[in-house]
């Protein structure tokens, strides 16, 4: 009778990293084989947050960021006239509360843009555990790296750009990131609506309304609702392209 050979065990971790299709993206991809148990030891997985349910508020105390596994996280800030300005938008695979790290408070407010599944990092056992794990740290420098750039390139493009470079920009970037997901980068569903676009472009939501409307009447694109299919990426990319001819310029004058 064939003796049977015992399975060795996977932590709950490992296991849900393994067959998450995120694992090329998150956070723990950072972290060599042997170390999974440490971060295992700080991770709350799946949390379950209802469309328009905070998951932090701006200025709060700063308790852990997250890793979005499923749906779609809008942050905003409260601004002195008391309106709220978007700031970004997270997709699975990214990262929330980064730009509040080494920090008392949250710097915005985060809200589920839909039923959306987060992975919570308590801030203060990251930290830990970044010194303790330097492939680990080196990863957070990165990814607060991209913060940064992202912060410039979104200033830049409300600084002095037209409502179709800005609205070129957001599709463009949106297809890149569904790309990262092994998802198509031409046809997907905008995780926002509209007047969130608006707001995050600085727009008014009828000015969106006619972009769109444009695009599609030069074969652009096709647009039913928060559906939409890429159908001229370069025309869009020429669009974009005027934005970076335009800044050079302005940087050697």
């Known amino acids: 009778m064939a003796k049977a050979i015992?399975?060795?065990?996977?932590?709950?971790?490992?296991a849900?990293?393994?067959?998450?299709?995120?694992?090329?993206?998150?956070?723990?991809?950072?972290?060599e084989e042997n170390d999974l148990d440490s971060l295992e030891n700080i991770v709350q997985?799946?949390?379950?947050?209802?469309?328009?349910?905070?998951?932090?508020?701006?200025?709060?105390p700063i308790r852990s960021c997250f890793a979005v596994k499923s749906g779609?996280?809008?942050?905003?800030?409260?601004?002195?006239?008391?309106?709220?300005?978007?700031t970004g938008f997270f997709m699975p695979g990214e990262l929330v509360g980064l730009d509040s790290l080494g920090s008392d408070q949250y710097a915005c407010t985060a809200k589920?843009?839909?039923?959306?599944?987060?992975?919570?990092?308590?801030?203060?056992?990251?930290?830990?555990?970044?010194?303790k794990l330097p492939e680990l740290q080196h990863h957070m420098y990165q990814l607060m790296s991209k913060e940064i750039q992202s912060s410039h390139q979104l200033a830049m493009l409300l600084s002095k750009n037209t409502a179709e470079e800005r609205i070129a920009a957001?599709?463009?970037?949106?297809?890149?990131?569904?790309?990262?997901?092994?998802?198509?980068?031409?046809?997907?569903?905008?995780?926002?609506?509209?007047n969130d676009i608006a707001n995050f472009l600085g727009?008014?939501?009828?000015?969106?309304?006619?972009v769109f409307t444009r695009f599609q009447s030069q074969g652009i694109l096709r647009a039913k609702g928060r559906e939409v299919e890429l159908l001229d990426v370069e025309a869009l990319q020429t669009v974009t392209h005027e934005v970076s001819k335009q800044a050079c310029r302005s940087s050697q004058s």
């Open 45 to 60: 997985q799946g949390k379950i947050y209802n469309r328009g349910e905070h998951v932090f508020d701006q200025s709060s």
């Open 112 to 131: 589920a843009l839909e039923r959306t599944s987060l992975c919570e990092f308590p801030m203060d056992k990251l930290e830990e555990l970044t010194i």
């Open 170 to 194: 957001l599709l463009l970037s949106l297809s890149s990131r569904f790309r990262r997901r092994r998802m198509s980068g031409t046809t997907f569903t905008l995780p926002m609506p509209r």
């Open 16 to 31: 849900s990293c393994n067959q998450c299709s995120l694992s090329n993206l998150c956070l723990p991809l950072a972290v």
């Open 6 to 14: 015992p399975l060795r065990s996977v932590s709950p971790l490992k």
């Open 203 to 210: 727009l008014a939501v009828e000015t969106v309304s006619r």
């Open 72 to 86: 779609s996280i809008k942050t905003s800030i409260i601004t002195e006239s008391g309106e709220e300005q978007v």
